[in-house]
């Protein structure tokens, strides 16, 4: 799969992916012999791997720690499940935080809806809400 494929695939442009592979996020990608990017399944999944965790927030740093732990083989399991099992910690930390936000979102807007019926607006919960 040429560099343009991808891109379109997964929604990046040449430079991100670029930078990535620069960088550590994705490992370094097989090339043709006239040097052009050809990214197999193996490489695909790496940049699947990079659009998860990057979506999710997962700072850059982490996503190459990642990858460097696992070229560095088995020995690093350990390690790996470690990062892995930090960040779904992060993950799940800031769900709750979202959902707080949109709990109270929630409540905010039941009493304009509200509000908007009786000409009142209560910040008190009603009976039964």
Request: aromatic share 8%; glycine share 6%; hydrophobic share 35%.
């Amino acid at each position: 799969m040429t560099i343009s494929q991808v891109c379109s695939r997964y929604g990046l442009t040449p430079d991100t992916l670029r930078y990535y592979e620069k960088i550590g996020v994705i490992p370094e990608v097989h090339r043709t012999a006239s040097g052009i990017r050809d990214y197999d399944e193996a490489a695909i999944g790496w940049v699947e791997n990079a659009v998860c965790m990057r979506s999710a927030g997962v700072p850059v740093e982490s996503i190459i720690e990642y990858v460097r732990l696992y070229q560095a083989g088995d020995t690093t399991l350990q390690a790996r499940r470690d990062l892995l099992k930090d960040v779904h910690t992060s993950l799940l930390k800031q769900r709750q935080q979202m959902d707080a936000a949109i709990d109270r979102l929630s409540f905010k807007i039941s009493r304009y809806d509200a509000a908007l019926k009786t000409g009142v607006l209560s910040w008190e919960e009603e009976d039964g809400q």
